[in-house]
């Protein structure tokens, strides 16, 4: 990869970009405008970049000029100092910059639509479900996203049988699209008299939303049902036929949707749901086609995967699609999934590069 030529292409057309909004019609296109901001700030952290690397290897032919001239010991050998310095960022530096040339996966950039489902383990697995949920929901408030519940089916001894949520913010596909498959977590239920670690799960399922230009949906293969929505949302509920249940016919996937106060709203959210499930298995064909090629170990497709395990007892969370295992469970039940998350969009971006390499 030649980066010099790529990151002049880039802070070229970043010079582009900021000669366009400066020009005032451009702010009479609301469209272009967007899709100028938003270019802009995908190429700003590049060229950033690219200034530090130049300014790093101008320090270093100068310092090659003062080590080739030999004219005083003492400076020759601070100039040799700092260039083995300056080769060791710029050895980090260019791996990062390879990292971000990668092409980003398109479906990174869209909002999702996050599925959580209690497993084997009855009321515990309901139970674990609703710890996923809270751990989603604080790390989305870290992110600064915005969550909307879309539909739940509460448990009696606490948590869900299933909940599904809508997130709405930036770049959240590309970090939570890893969530997606069996999460496993092994501990003493509250019910648990003898003290016996038990094991449960709960399957999440991570689905790009979309609108209505991705795919086309034939509405006479819908069959749309009204019900009575029953759970949090507000004493509405229980008096008006709210809720919304959609049947795509053809495919036999059924969505629902109650949480919003009318049944317009919740309609309009069962058919953004039914579009991104639609949507989704195309694109899980698509990652299975993709992994059969290159043995992929974070983006296999198969959502029945158990990718990753939270034992209590041991206070550890092990990732099993990348080998990771975390001492600090107490923080990553709370939220702090950064680290996994970033490790696995790393291998992701790795396995990318060798891609393009072969």
């Known amino acids: 990869m030649d980066i010099e030529n790529k990151l002049k292409q880039i802070k070229s057309r970043f010079e582009e970009i900021n000669a366009a909004m400066s020009d005032p019609s451009v702010f009479d296109d609301p469209d272009k405008y967007t899709a100028l901001t938003k270019e802009r700030s995908e190429l700003e952290d590049l060229v950033m970049d690219y200034d530090t690397w130049m300014d790093l290897k101008h320090r270093q032919e100068g310092n090659k000029e003062l080590i080739e001239m030999d004219e005083d010991a003492e400076i020759t050998e601070m100039a040799k100092m700092e260039n083995a310095e300056i080769k060791d960022e710029l050895v980090k530096l260019e791996e990062d910059i390879k990292i971000k040339l990668v092409p980003k996966d398109p479906e990174d950039s869209k909002n999702a639509i996050i599925e959580i489902r209690a497993g084997t383990g009855g009321d515990e697995a309901a139970i674990f479900a609703g710890d996923l949920f809270d751990m989603y929901r604080r790390y989305a408030d870290d992110q600064g996203w915005k969550l909307s519940l879309m539909r739940l089916n509460e448990s009696e001894k606490g948590g869900y049988k299933e909940i599904a949520f809508s997130l709405e913010g930036s770049e959240i596909f590309g970090k939570m699209k890893f969530e997606s498959g069996v999460h496993r977590v092994q501990r003493v239920p509250a019910t648990e008299s003898q003290g016996r670690v038990h094991t449960s799960a709960a399957t999440v399922a991570v689905l790009p939303e979309v609108e209505e230009v991705d795919?086309?949906?034939?509405?006479?293969?819908?069959?749309?049902?009204?019900?009575?929505?029953?759970?949090?949302?507000?004493?509405?509920?229980?008096?008006?036929?709210?809720?919304?249940?959609?049947?795509?016919?053809?495919?036999?996937?059924?969505?629902?949707?109650?949480?919003?106060?009318?049944?317009?709203?919740?309609?309009?959210?069962?058919?953004?749901?039914?579009?991104?499930?639609?949507?989704?298995?195309?694109?899980?064909?698509?990652?299975?086609?993709?992994?059969?090629?290159?043995?992929?170990?974070?983006?296999?497709?198969?959502?029945?995967?158990?990718?990753?395990?939270?034992?209590?007892?041991?206070?550890?969370?092990?990732?099993?699609?990348?080998?990771?295992?975390?001492?600090?469970?107490?923080?990553?039940?709370?939220?702090?999934?950064?680290?996994?998350?970033?490790?696995?969009?790393?291998q992701e971006n790795l396995e990318r590069m060798q891609e393009m390499a072969d």
């Open 215 to 346: 795919i086309n949906i034939n509405t006479a293969d819908l069959r749309i049902d009204t019900f009575r929505a029953s759970g949090a949302g507000g004493q509405h509920v229980n008096k008006t036929d709210s809720a919304i249940r959609i049947t795509h016919e053809p495919t036999g996937i059924v969505v629902e949707c109650q949480e919003e106060r009318s049944q317009h709203q919740n309609k309009e959210r069962a058919m953004t749901m039914l579009r991104s499930k639609m949507y989704d298995i195309e694109l899980e064909k698509k990652q299975k086609a993709r992994a059969a090629e290159r043995k992929s170990q974070v983006s296999t497709g198969d959502r029945s995967a158990k990718i990753r395990t939270y034992n209590y007892p041991q206070g550890r969370c092990t990732d099993h699609r990348i080998n990771l295992t975390l001492y600090n469970l107490d923080n990553i039940m709370k939220g702090d999934i950064g680290e996994v998350i970033d490790a696995l969009r790393m």
